[in-house]
T-cell receptor, first 116, second 114 residues
Framework: AQTVTQSQPEMSVQEAETVTLSCTYD???????LFWYKQPPSRQMILVIR??????QNATENRFSVNFQKAAKSFSLKISDSQLGDAAMYFC?????????????FGKGTLLTVNP | KAGVTQTPRYLIKTRGQQVTLSCSPI?????VSWYQQTPGQGLQFLFE???????NKGNFPGRFSGRQFSNSRSEMNVSTLELGDSALYLC?????????????FGPGTRLTVT
């Protein structure tokens, strides 16, 4: 079974600084997708960034980028120029490849605090 | 385009009762997945429906069931509620086409069992 581990239950960062959230996963599959989701307090979970395992290039979305190390099964999220609105719980998630499997396996989450 | 909607948003039930939660996916989305979120267990996959068929099921007891209607709306039902069923229940929708992978989450239904 696939597992996703987020080793940092809580992180904090100063506004405008950079922070990196860690995620490791375990799978025997070769075709899969990785995601970072953001869940602000009492608000909806939204997709921050995604990475296809077959792509070597790290995904980026504006201030958000990932460091995908497939051999090490590591998938960290870097947030640059942190803003107050980035404060949230961040979940790393895994999904097997294939067209008919939409099950997401989540890590336990990292609570990010942004200090003004 | 309207997002994923879930009703009701909050629910209080008594142990032993049953409950039905509803999810309306984004227009055009045919896949609906359900997740249970608790402080202790985190986010756990319940089941996923596509075109009225259950495609995947998580490791939950048979008290948890669901269905999907022809308009893609989905309901999940929990019978004989236990205190441990208190959780935030999240619904996510996706187009469901092979190769698509983005899931959009609803705001959730907060179920409290007393």
């Amino acid at each position: 079974a696939q597992t996703v581990t987020q080793s940092q239950p809580e992180m904090s960062v100063q506004e405008a600084e950079t922070v990196t959230l860690s995620c490791t996963y375990d799978t025997s599959e070769s075709d899969y997708y990785l995601f970072w989701y953001k869940q602000p307090p009492s608000r909806q979970m939204i997709l921050v960034i995604r990475q296809e395992a077959y792509k070597q290039q790290n995904a980026t979305e504006n201030r958000f980028s990932v460091n995908f190390q497939k051999a090490a099964k590591s998938f960290s999220l870097k947030i640059s120029d942190s803003q107050l609105g980035d404060a949230a719980m961040y979940f790393c998630a895994y999904r097997r490849g294939g067209g008919s499997n939409y099950k997401l396996t989540f890590g336990k989450g990292t609570l990010l605090t942004v200090n003004p | 385009k309207a997002g994923v909607t879930q009703t009701p948003r909050y629910l209080i039930k008594t142990r032993g009762q049953q409950v039905t939660l509803s999810c309306s996916p984004i227009s055009g989305h045919r896949s609906v997945s359900w997740y249970q979120q608790t402080p202790g267990q985190g986010l756990q996959f319940l089941f996923e429906y596509f075109s009225e068929t259950q495609r995947n099921k998580g490791n939950f007891p048979g008290r948890f069931s669901g269905r999907q209607f022809s308009n893609s709306r989905s309901e999940m039902n929990v019978s004989t509620l236990e205190l441990g069923d208190s959780a935030l229940y999240l619904c996510a929708s996706s187009r469901g086409d092979p190769g698509t992978y983005e899931q959009y989450f609803g705001p959730g239904t907060r179920l409290t069992v007393t």
